[in-house]
């Protein structure tokens, strides 16, 4: 990550090697700050470029730090949903044992000749 802009109420960075993935994930949950008056990124070649976030707020660095931190605790919620079983509880390893051995016994059953 490097700085180009540091002001009081404006900071740009550009966000090495990264994408428009994670750049409109921040610049959304930049927008849902009150403190913020405008974000946007800017990638200016598809292929070569690297993107450039642009935030102007009362305190664009710490909003910055609050944006990645709501983003990093929506990807654990989003974990969290993802391995569990559908009613809040999380699968654990015994669960996932006991389904590839399932599967295995069933692959034996429809693979046995009559003799």
Same mark, same amino acid.
């Given at each position: ?23 409109? $994930? ?12 405008? $974000? ?10 690297? /993107? ?7 305190? /664009? %660095?710490?909003?910055? %730090?609050?944006? $990645? ?31 590839? *051995? ?10 046995? *000749?009559?003799?």
């Amino acid at each position: 990550m490097k700085i180009i802009t540091d002001k009081r109420n404006e900071l740009e960075i550009e966000i090495t090697g990264e994408t428009h993935t994670l750049c409109n $994930a921040l610049r959304k949950a930049l927008m849902e700050d009150k403190d913020v008056e405008a $974000a946007a990124y800017v990638i200016d070649h598809p292929i070569i470029g690297e /993107p450039k976030l642009y935030i102007r707020a009362k305190n /664009p %660095k710490k909003s910055l %730090k609050n944006a $990645a931190e709501t983003l990093k605790s929506r990807c654990d919620e989003f974990k969290e949903l993802i391995e569990s079983d559908g009613d809040g509880k999380t699968k654990g390893k015994k669960a996932k044992k006991q389904t590839k *051995k399932t599967a295995k016994k069933s692959t034996k059953k429809t693979t046995k *000749k009559k003799k």
